[in-house]
């Protein structure tokens, strides 16, 4: 049955319209592990349509789509904003079963990818606390973006660590207004 509905999906993803992408994720999500291989196939799609409709129909597979977590930390680098969106809220959906790759590419060449990384962990909350020392880390990073993104991560991944307090305390005598709020805001929600 799961079947049949799948091929006509399959066929709506490369939609220009953003509803029908959406309710053609959510179907084929929804379908689970029978429509994962046609939506890891697609996660390489040359459109950026199909492969948004792909890793958002993954977000709602929850971790049955964990199997697929390398090929979607790699969409943290794609050329399409929706794209890269979807892929971090998956990775967040996917959660624990995300956390040793998205740990690992913490350290990827692509701030965009360690960005994205960064904030999936920050979705998957307390249940990411292994990645707290590599988080602290970046909170030292040279690029802004991914210093400001680590400091925010902190308070959802670690809120009862007290080795967050120190970078966060550091962060606030930041020269750039943007880390110093984020470390603000994340001294205010952690709890030690």
Same mark, same amino acid.
């Given at each position: 049955?799961?079947? @049949? &509905?799948?091929?006509?999906?399959?066929?709506?993803? @490369?939609? #220009?319209?953003?509803?029908?992408?959406?309710?053609? &994720?959510?179907?084929? $999500?929804?379908?689970?592990?029978? !429509?994962?291989?046609?939506?890891?196939?697609?996660?390489?799609?040359?459109?950026? #349509?199909?492969?948004?409709?792909?890793?958002?129909?993954? $977000?709602?597979?929850?971790? @049955?789509? =964990?199997? !697929?977590?390398?090929?979607?930390?790699?969409?943290?680098?794609?050329? /399409?904003?929706? /794209?890269?969106?979807?892929? %971090?809220?998956?990775?967040?959906?996917?959660?624990?079963?995300?956390?040793?790759?998205?740990?690992?590419?913490?350290?990827?060449?692509?701030? @965009?990818?360690?960005?994205?990384? *960064?904030?999936?962990?920050?979705?998957?909350? +307390?249940?990411?606390? &292994?990645?707290? +020392?590599?988080? %602290?880390?970046?909170?030292?990073?040279?690029?802004?973006? /991914?210093?400001?993104?680590? *400091?925010?991560?902190?308070?959802?991944? !670690?809120?009862?660590?007290?080795?967050?307090? =120190?970078?966060?305390?550091?962060? *606030?005598?930041?020269?750039?207004?943007?880390?110093?709020? =984020?470390?603000?805001?994340?001294?205010?929600?952690?709890?030690?």
């Amino acid at each position: 049955l799961a079947a @049949d &509905a799948m091929e006509p999906l399959l066929l709506k993803m @490369d939609s #220009n319209d953003e509803q029908r992408r959406y309710r053609t &994720a959510h179907a084929l $999500g929804r379908i689970g592990p029978a !429509a994962f291989p046609e939506l890891q196939q697609r996660l390489s799609d040359k459109s950026g #349509n199909v492969r948004e409709v792909a890793v958002r129909a993954m $977000g709602w597979m929850d971790d @049955d789509a =964990a199997p !697929a977590t390398g090929d979607v930390i790699e969409l943290l680098a794609d050329d /399409v904003d929706e /794209v890269r969106i979807c892929s %971090i809220e998956t990775l967040g959906r996917i959660g624990p079963a995300a956390v040793d790759p998205l740990t690992k590419a913490l350290s990827h060449a692509s701030s @965009d990818v360690r960005i994205g990384a *960064i904030q999936a962990l920050a979705l998957i909350g +307390t249940r990411a606390a &292994a990645a707290t +020392t590599e988080l %602290i880390a970046l909170c030292h990073s040279d690029d802004v973006q /991914v210093q400001s993104a680590a *400091i925010q991560a902190l308070s959802r991944v !670690a809120p009862d660590d007290v080795e967050v307090i =120190a970078p966060l305390i550091d962060a *606030i005598q930041s020269k750039v207004p943007g880390i110093r709020h =984020a470390a603000l805001e994340s001294l205010v929600l952690v709890r030690p």
